[in-house]
């Protein structure tokens, strides 16, 4: 099956190297926050309620006490498989500006703002400061284009699209992130995080091996690493009754990054957690957030000028029987009125220095600009801007 080809804009898609998930039309659309622990319980409820439907479709906001989407579709079909087929030649999307929110300038102050308080503060750790490109389309987004140049250039990933409204041209939150935030299946749980990241250099194949050598055996970028193991062992113990995750970090590519990245196996303790249950426990994760939780996310919102949104948020799906995949929302776009948000962040810590940060997150905003092959000059422009 060509998915693309039975994409259209109000679909769902979430595409993973397990299978993809495409839906048609919405039954049900609510907007439910957690800041009563009740969110799983709600989805639940929501599927109970359509027993007809088998899949339900999740966007969670960075800050769960903001709106999370739960969507159950009129229809909804899964392919198991890796099931990409290449599907137009994408043209560049014509950008009439782009604006920087905040500037470099500005970010790199709050990265120098994060660090004093990772000094000031004792039991801050990390903190993931982000920022955003505000791009202005000289024309609606054509969606296919995009997913299918996310999709190709990013195969091991998890491509998605969440239609946020019913309108002729709906607000959709888009992207290819490389982070499964877990799988649950039956009585098993497996998550793959992510921290500590480096730019690969494609032109040199040697040098693109030392560049990944030198990360994974960088100070920095593993204490990045333990923080966020740490951190999801801590909270998914309760709901296991085995948890293991390998002893040091191995490596992932994507197109452009190497990144550190360790796989964690649970087994659930009988009555088994939903999908949904699992992936509130361990969201925002230290990935894209910080630790402790609360007090960074309490920090960044203080710090960062502008809110995320969904960005650094969670997307995925959760089935009747309370199996589901949820990747990290991140390598994003929010598309909304023929304007584009493009969103990344950088793990601070101790040690690290605000302008190789700032560098970070423009590397880590190339998934989205390339796929939209946005000419070279203008994406320097706008990530230096
Ligand atoms: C926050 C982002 O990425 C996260 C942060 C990383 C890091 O700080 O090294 C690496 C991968 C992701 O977990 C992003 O892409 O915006």
């Known amino acids: 099956m060509n998915v693309l080809q039975m994409y259209e804009p109000h679909s769902a898609l979430f595409a993973s190297p397990m299978g993809t998930l495409l839906t048609y039309g919405s039954k049900k659309r609510q907007f439910f926050t957690n800041a009563s622990g009740l969110l799983a319980q709600q989805a639940r409820q929501l599927l109970r309620a359509h027993p007809e439907v088998e899949y339900m479709v999740g966007l969670l906001p960075f800050n769960t006490n903001q709106p999370a ?10 392919t ?42 004792p039991p801050l750790q990390k903190l993931v ?48 992130s ?23 250099d494609l032109a040199d194949p040697e040098q693109d091996q030392r560049i990944a050598q030198q990360l994974q055996a960088s100070a920095k970028d593993r204490h990045e690493h333990a923080i966020v193991i740490e951190n999801i062992l801590e909270a998914l113990s309760p709901f296991c009754d085995h948890l293991t995750a390998a002893a040091t970090p191995s490596l992932v590519s994507t197109a452009t990054l190497w990144h550190l990245s360790t796989e964690i196996h649970g087994e659930l303790k009988s009555p088994y957690a939903d999908a949904l249950t699992l992936a509130l426990a361990v969201h925002p994760t230290p990935a894209v957030c910080g630790h402790p939780t609360l007090l960074a996310r309490d920090l960044i919102e203080s710090i960062e000028s502008e809110h995320r949104g969904f960005f650094a948020g969670a997307v995925g799906w959760m089935n009747q029987a309370g199996d589901g995949e949820w990747a990290v929302a991140i390598r994003c776009a929010h598309y909304q009125n023929q304007q584009l948000r493009l969103s990344a962040g950088a793990g601070i810590v101790i040690g690290s220095d ?22 070279d000059e203008q994406i320097q422009q706008g990530i230096t801007q």
Do not use: C
């Not at 989407?69 to 899964?78: F, K, R, S, T």
């Not at 290449?86 to 929110?101: E, L, V």
């Not at 995080?193 to 730019?199: F, R």
């Open 354 to 375: 605000a302008q190789a940060e700032r560098i970070e997150t423009g590397n880590k905003l190339r998934t989205m600009l390339n796929a939209l092959q946005i000419p």
């Open 80 to 121: 198991k498989g890796y099931s990409y087929a290449k599907n137009t030649t994408y043209a560049s999307t014509a950008i009439q500006h782009i604006q920087a929110r905040p500037t470099a300038a500005v970010f790199e102050k709050q990265v120098e703002q994060a660090l004093a308080a990772l000094q000031q503060t």
């Open 178 to 200: 490389p982070e499964l935030l877990l799988r649950k299946q039956a009585n098993r749980v497996y998550l793959n995080p992510l921290a500590g990241t480096a730019l690969r």
């Open 129 to 176: 400061m982000a920022r955003h490109l505000d791009l202005q389309l000289s024309q609606a987004l054509d969606r296919t284009a995009l997913l299918d140049a996310l999709w190709q250039k990013n195969p091991k990933g998890y491509t998605y699209a969440i239609p946020l409204d019913n309108s002729t041209d709906p607000a959709t939150f888009l992207g290819a």
């Open 69 to 78: 989407q739960l969507l159950i579709p009129e229809q909804a079909h899964y």
